[in-house]
């Protein structure tokens, strides 16, 4: 009887003594010149955060900063557009980590624009007002195949609908046909399949009801992930992202249930692990140095973290080849093999 209070004392104590950890400001709060919208972060290859907005301070026009060990600083000139903007949307290129930032120039073409930081001035990425009408809610991310960047909005050239664009070295060009969706699009969220590498894009679809729909292009069209409008009712601010199995997982705010958060996943086989490992077999694994490929064909062969970044290149002609992962800390990583017949995936554990 005399322990019992004891261990309910100690016990006590240890709660009240837990470490209480709490959210913290990254820099001075409130940073920006004026009141900001369309706020787009992600984060560059050196980890540093990254914040593209609609600047009032600057006469609606788009401004990227980054955190810079204590300060935000700007990325070049703030209020770089040339004119007010719109839907901004901020990305890093894996192949020489600038930010490229996607927006909606609010002028007479209301057209999609893409511009890059160059290191010292932003510039255009092809030609500047490239969609065929007024771009709604842009969502720009690159393909883990080629590195080339995708902007996905709704084209009111197009009654609004999906639109995907890719820019392929010297001009834009469409991915599949121009506005495949059943109809207007709202809130559109692009994203790429860790699997094949193909384009995903979720919306709320005005054609069926204002619900949520996911496509993808199959590389030759765009077909439904699972049946078009598969939400409980209605949805807002939809968003787009894979695990690491390659499951599709989209979240939005639901009409369906009193305008709270919903987060749903589409239930079907990945097929990461299924027949293609007949062409691509990764030994030993888990691993703590080398990684031995042996795969049918050949072709180019890419390590990459669960972010989809590219760590490890290398070309692969022999039927068995090693590769170095000494370096790599411990974690999961996917091996994709390229060529001219396929994309395969496979994954390895990095002791």
């Known amino acids: 009887m005399v322990l019992f209070p004891v261990v309910v004392y100690a016990q006590q104590n240890w709660v009240k003594s837990s470490p209480l950890y709490e959210w913290v400001n990254v820099g001075n709060a409130g940073f920006s010149a004026g009141y900001c919208t369309n706020v787009s972060l992600a984060f560059s290859p050196s980890e540093q955060p990254y914040v593209a907005y609609i ?46 930032v996607a927006y909606t120039d609010d002028n007479a073409n209301l057209k999609a624009t893409v511009k890059k930081f160059d290191g010292t001035n932003w510039v255009n990425v092809g030609m500047a007002n490239f969609s065929a009408g007024y771009a709604y809610y842009n969502s720009l991310a690159f393909s883990p195949t080629d590195s080339l960047p995708y902007v996905a909005y709704g084209d009111l050239a197009y009654a609004q609908k999906a639109t995907v664009m890719k820019f392929e070295g010297t001009s834009w060009v469409n991915v599949g046909n121009s506005g495949f969706s059943a109809g207007s699009v709202y809130y559109t969220s692009l994203a790429f399949s860790p699997y094949d590498g193909q384009p995903y894009v979720a919306y709320m679809d005005a054609g069926i009801t204002g619900n949520a729909s996911v496509m993808k292009f199959d590389g030759n069209n765009w077909v439904n992930v699972g049946s078009p409008g598969f939400s409980a009712g209605e949805v807002e601010w939809t968003s787009l992202a894979f695990n690491s199995t390659g499951q599709p997982y989209v979240a939005y705010t639901d009409y369906g249930n009193s305008l709270k958060a919903t987060v749903m996943y589409y239930d079907a086989p990945t097929r990461i692990n299924e027949e293609q490992e007949s062409k691509l077999s990764l030994y030993p694994n888990p691993t703590s140095d080398q990684i031995t490929i042996a795969a049918t064909g050949g072709g180019q062969v890419s390590i990459m973290n669960l972010d989809g970044k590219e760590l490890i290149t290398s070309q692969i002609t022999e039927p068995k ?26 994954k390895i554990i990095k002791n």
């Open 55 to 100: 600047d009032d301070g600057n006469n609606q026009r788009t401004t990227v900063m980054k955190y810079e060990g204590a300060n935000w600083v700007n990325v070049g000139i703030p209020g770089f557009s040339e004119v007010p903007s719109a839907y901004t949307s901020l990305a890093f290129s894996p192949s020489d980590g600038q930010p490229y």
């Open 321 to 346: 080849t090693q590769l170095d992962i000494s370096n790599l800390p411990s974690g999961v990583y996917f091996v994709r093999l390229t060529n001219d017949k396929s994309v395969v995936v496979g």
